[in-house]
T-cell receptor, first 115, second 114 residues
Framework: NAGVMQNPRHLVRRRGQEARLRCSPMKGHSHVYWYRQLPEEGLKFMVYLQKENIIDESGMPKERFSAEFPKEGPSILRIQQVVRGDSAAYFC?????????????FGPGTRLLVL | AQSVTQPDIHITVSEGASLELRCNYSYGATPYLFWYVQSPGQGLQLLLKYFSGDTLVQGIKGFEAEFKRSQSSFNLRKPSVHWSDAAEYFCAVGVLDTGNQFYFGTGTSLTVIP
């Protein structure tokens, strides 16, 4: 059973460009979470999605950031017009449908560097 | 508001020595509690978790943690540290009533010296 997959593992963008980060949850998992880790800090929650629904986006910046989890395909975290402060590691996690374990399993992360 | 505190930013231990990493949380009810380990440039690997029941939980790689409600703590322990345990350790609290988002501590960096 493959774990949570994220790609790309590393992404370099210039200021003003767009960044697209992809996450494929573990097989059988229907809940996806995105977290951001700034250097020397812990992970901070950004958004919680189920298929075709955003459940909780209380941690998402109000502008430039969006997330989706379509019926088919991976979850996408999209950052428009990136700035240097967006440089961070972005982690995706997945968990089984509600009622089972609430454990979140994390992917390897995407390290975004904005030049 | 929920919060997680890991008071030790960095710990150094000798190989073979015992280890305890501290974690305190703030939450009104009994939370779900987790410890994750992160090696440099890698993702987070689950070490162990506490949901309910026995307050002493066993995890992978010889780690264990004890939930103490009275102290709002969930400290991670290992009786004998190996050089490969050098990594960053994160304590996390899962809160169902906020959609199951996790709250993470800032991490403890562990260095193991020969």
């Amino acid at each position: 059973n493959a774990g949570v997959m994220q790609n790309p593992r590393h992404l370099v963008r210039r200021r003003g460009q767009e960044a697209r980060l992809r996450c494929s949850p573990m097989k059988g998992h229907s809940h996806v979470y995105w977290y951001r880790q700034l250097p020397e800090e812990g992970l901070k929650f950004m958004v919680y999605l189920q298929k075709e629904n955003i459940i909780d986006e209380s941690g998402m910046p109000k502008e430039r950031f969006s997330a989706e989890f379509p019926k088919e395909g991976p979850s996408i975290l999209r950052i428009q017009q990136v700035v240097r402060g967006d440089s961070a590691a972005y982690f995706c996690a997945s968990s089984p449908p509600r009622g089972g374990s609430q454990t979140q399993y994390f992917g390897p992360g995407t390290r975004l560097l904005v030049l | 508001a929920q919060s997680v505190t890991q008071p030790d930013i960095h710990i150094t231990v000798s190989e073979g020595a015992s280890l305890e990493l501290r974690c305190n949380y703030s939450y009104g009810a009994t939370p779900y509690l987790f410890w994750y380990v992160q090696s440099p440039g890698q993702g987070l690997q689950l070490l162990l978790k506490y949901f309910s029941g026995d307050t002493l939980v066993q995890g992978i790689k010889g780690f264990e943690a004890e939930f103490k409600r009275s102290q709002s703590s969930f400290n991670l322990r290992k009786p004998s540290v190996h050089w490969s345990d050098a990594a960053e350790y994160f304590c996390a609290v899962g809160v169902l009533d906020t959609g199951n988002q996790f709250y993470f501590g800032t991490g403890t960096s562990l260095t193991v010296i020969p």
